[in-house]
């Protein structure tokens, strides 16, 4: 639960940016790190600066649309989640067609194929989140076609459009760019680097009833007859509209291919939920394919209860860094003894009453210092929440307040940067 409020202020830092490095006040840095890998989420496009992201995000044009600090700020993040960029919560988008252009002027929602672009620049892995209308009970037993036709456009650069695709599903693996152009598909932007990966995630956050795809699962599941309670039937549904999902990056990429992590998103304080994955998963009838997931995820926020000004912030924030942890632990245990890896979706800081005080204040670089070395006893990859977003009372999400700000007044930014500069760069 995350409300977006606040205001800018500020300068720049000096950066300079290589392909896989960057450099931020002289420290040599590399986003591909050992033990837990580092990514980010995206704000939505229209909750700050136009140009915080792209040069314009309403005139979007040329071969090279995007700020170059923007650029220089996200090389530390090994992986980027398009979720906000997507307008993935409460959108109603259902079919491929529906989607934004990569020639549309105003990119918000972002295209894929600048998405696809933007990891191919910063080396850095795609993380989407399909809009939850993409899956429905009408799916049936099919792969997702909005699944198969993103995870087409990511793999060979094809847009296969309005291209019937229910005759090539046995051999779309082996199909290339120019034999999906000759079977009607357009050539619409380079491929996703074939080094780097794309995680799949089923909307977002289909547990928490603020979000219309909460519901929607709860109607889905209810239909299908996943179970009696409402909720329940929601969390099931989630899962077989996963299967789905999941059977879309197979039939693509290959059965069980490495190129794609499918995710299986829960709620952090409710291990229960993903046990309902799990057993979905699991259930013969409903996953008749032996679909499988790569990853539990979970999003490890600290704080909720804290009020940002209080003298007793901090120690509040030490406790609830722990009371994550133990939350953690209880996925790590599932992850483990499912044969799965537990990574976290989005994560950080979650203070919303006088959130700016003490996301200002210099101790939060010492807290999320602690906080990073604590979830990577758990995760193999953590997605913080997020990059550039204003900072207000009622909420404080980016590490960066806007694309520029002086590296001395953002200390959730420079404790990331200096988690990767002092974990043992690595190989994938």
């Known amino acids: 639960m995350r409300s977006r409020d606040g205001s800018r202020a500020g300068g720049l830092g000096k950066c300079v940016c290589r392909v896989g490095f960057v450099a931020v006040m002289g420290l040599v840095l590399c986003g591909r790190v050992s033990g837990m890998e580092l990514g980010t989420n995206f704000w939505n496009l229209g909750w700050h600066k136009s140009s915080d992201c792209f040069r314009d995000v309403r005139n979007v044009t040329g071969e090279n649309p995007w700020n170059g600090q923007f650029l220089k700020e996200i090389s530390i993040y090994r992986s980027f989640r398009f979720m906000d960029w997507d307008q993935t919560n409460n959108s109603e988008r259902q079919a491929w067609g529906e989607r934004t252009a990569k020639d549309a002027a105003n990119q918000n929602p972002a295209a894929y194929e600048w998405m696809i672009d933007l990891c191919n620049r910063m080396n850095a892995d795609m993380w989407v989140t399909l809009p939850h209308r993409s899956i429905s009970r009408e799916t049936g037993d099919r792969p997702a076609d909005y699944a198969l036709r993103l995870c087409l456009l990511v793999k060979t650069g094809v847009d296969m459009g309005k291209v019937d695709l229910a005759g ?244 959730k930014y420079r404790a990331l940067v200096d988690y990767v500069k002092k974990s043992r760069p690595g190989d994938r």
């Open 168 to 411: 090539k599903l046995d051999n779309l693996s082996e199909l290339d760019a120019a034999e999906l152009v000759k079977a009607g598909g357009i050539k619409t932007c380079a491929p996703l680097k074939p080094e780097l990966k794309l995680y799949v995630e089923y909307s977002n956050e289909t547990w928490n009833g603020m979000f219309k795809q909460s519901h929607y699962c709860c109607d889905e599941g209810i239909a299908l007859g996943l179970n009696k309670d409402r909720w329940t039937a929601g969390f099931r549904y989630h899962a077989w509209a996963a299967i789905r999902l999941f059977r879309a990056a197979d039939v693509v990429f290959g059965k069980d291919s490495k190129r794609a992590v499918r995710v299986l998103a829960t709620q952090s304080a409710n291990a229960w939920i993903a046990g309902q994955h799990l057993a979905v998963m699991d259930d013969p009838t409903l996953n008749p394919w032996k679909v499988k997931a790569d990853a539990i995820a979970t999003a490890p926020y600290f704080g909720h209860d804290v009020t940002g000004d209080s003298p007793e912030a901090a120690a509040e924030l030490r406790a609830a860094i722990r009371e994550s942890a133990e939350q953690s632990a209880r996925h790590k245990e599932i992850a483990d003894k499912n044969g799965l890896m537990l990574i976290a979706y989005e994560g950080g800081q979650h203070v919303y009453k006088k959130a700016a005080a003490i996301n200002r204040d210099a101790v939060m670089y010492a807290l999320y210092g602690e906080y990073l070395a604590e979830m990577a006893t758990y995760y193999a990859h953590f997605s913080h929440y997020c990059h550039v977003g204003q900072a207000g009372d009622g909420g404080a999400w980016g590490c960066i307040e806007y694309t520029g700000q002086p590296l001395d007044e953002a200390p």
